[in-house]
């Protein structure tokens, strides 16, 4: 065996490696390079390796995917829960936005109704305050407070369509779920305020709005009835002072009882305080005819009186002798009115009277007027209060041109001076 291709490693000599196969007759040889026998071992190691692996693998299969699914049912589970709970939040929001729609519908449908009834309130009011402000007239009471004016139910309507168009807004907006109470009452403006707030707060504005007009209403309808009965009272009065008495069931009742109006029920307020103004200018009403029917003008406003009622020195005799009426100076000529409305009686000329006109007044109640140069009038002939019966003058038994005036109650003569003087202390109210 020759030995050859000797190395040296390090300053050694390493011998190659020979391996010999002998067959028969045949001899082979082969030299193993050192580098051939690091690539043998090493791919006899990865052999080993791999088959040590697969061993492994086999054997720790299942439970390896046994961890890998258990972890991936772990992380489906987790996303599960993550999903479940953004749709429950997602469920919260969408049923919080309902329930802000569903106040903000409540709202404005309270809104409506309200401004509604306002108006039918107004409507009703309209010929009820024109008539109170002609039955009573100008009362030095506290001024009444205005009533609301048609365009402040439209700015309320507007208003009302406003707050839907905000809120429909801000009922859309994800990013805000804050349910808010029925008319809320903040105020103050916040720095992130939302259009939800802001809705909110023209929903407490429209609110009191219109809170304003009904408190208005009530206030307008409170003060008219109480001046209807303050003049009604002064009517009363002023009558009852001088002994005239009126048809009217004004203040009385069966058993004398009496007192303000105080409902039981708030939402009948309105309504009674209505009525209340209407019973109460129905007596206003009832009383003025029954004062307008009584002779209680000025027969000859602006002239004086020459003769009054009751005992005097006749002018023709001089002897102490009744005057049954006034005397007013007045020319001949001048128009004779009389006093209340009635029916003439009597026209024509009736002794010591001379030209006399008689009126009836009803309920007893009559008027004389003497000493006319002119009758204008016919018996039967219906007269109201301020009409012409004919022209002063100096016929019968008179001793100059003047107005002779005469007030009678049942056939008995009456110091007219009552009736004037009544006359004007309840003119204003007339």
């Known amino acids: 065996m020759n030995v050859t291709g000797q190395s040296a490693v390090f300053g050694r000599r390493k011998e190659p490696h020979t391996i010999i196969i002998a067959r028969g007759d045949q001899i082979r040889h082969f030299t193993v390079r050192p580098w ?9 190691a990865a052999m080993a390796i791999g088959y040590l692996l697969a061993t492994s693998y086999l054997v720790l299969r299942d439970d390896l995917i046994g961890a890998t699914t258990a972890r991936q049912a772990r992380m489906q589970q987790a996303y599960e829960d993550r999903i479940s709970a953004l749709r429950a939040q997602v469920d919260r929001i969408t049923s919080r936005q309902l329930l802000d729609q569903q106040l903000m519908e409540t709202k404005v449908s309270e809104l409506l109704q309200r401004q509604t009834q306002l108006s039918q309130r107004h409507g ?48 859309l907006s994800a990013g805000d779920t804050r349910p808010f109470s029925l008319w809320s009452t903040r105020s103050d403006p916040l720095p992130s305020e939302s259009s939800a707030d802001r809705a909110d707060k023209l929903f407490v504005s429209i ?28 009517i009363t009065q002023a009558l009852a002072a001088a002994g005239l008495p009126v048809d009217s069931d004004f203040g009385k009742s069966d058993s004398d009882v009496g007192g303000p109006l105080i409902p039981l029920d708030s939402s009948m307020i309105f309504d009674s305080k209505v009525k209340e103004l209407d019973e109460a200018l129905d007596t206003l009403d ?23 009622f009751g005992v005097r020195t006749d002018p023709i005799l001089g002897t102490a002798a009744l005057h049954s009426g006034m005397d007013f100076r007045a020319p001949i000529g001048m128009p004779a009115k009389v006093t209340a409305p009635g029916v003439v009686t009597k026209a024509g000329w009736n002794g010591g009277y001379g030209r006399m006109v008689e009126v009836d007044h009803g309920n007893g109640f009559a008027t004389r007027y003497g000493h006319l140069s002119e009758i204008d009038v016919t018996v039967g002939q219906k007269l109201n ?22 007030v009678r109650h049942n056939g008995e003569a009456i110091d007219p001076l009552r009736f004037l003087t009544v006359g004007k202390k309840v003119e204003q109210y007339l």
Do not use: M
């Not at 030095?140 to 168009?165: F, R």
């Not at 709005?209 to 001046?227: F, G, P, W, Y």
């Not at 004062?291 to 002239?303: D, I, K, V």
């Open 36 to 44: 051939i026998a690091a690539f043998l071992g090493s791919a006899l």
């Open 124 to 171: 009703r009011l309209g010929p009820l305050i024109e008539r109170a402000e002609s039955e009573v007239g100008t009362q030095p009471a506290a001024a009444p407070a205005p009533v609301e004016k048609p365009d402040q139910h439209a700015d309320a309507t507007g208003n009302i369509g406003q707050i839907a168009q905000t809120y429909s807004v801000a009922s």
């Open 207 to 234: 609110n009191q709005s219109l809170k304003n007009i009904e408190n208005d209403q009530l206030t307008r309808v409170t003060t008219l009835a109480d001046n209807a009965y303050k003049s009604a009272d002064a």
């Open 286 to 308: 009832q009383l003025k005819k029954e004062a307008r029917r009584l002779p209680l003008a000025n027969p000859a406003p602006g002239h004086s009186v020459t003769s009054p």
């Open 385 to 406: 209060a301020g009409d012409v019966i004919g022209k002063t003058g100096s016929s019968g038994r008179s001793t100059g041109p003047h107005l002779h005036y005469e």
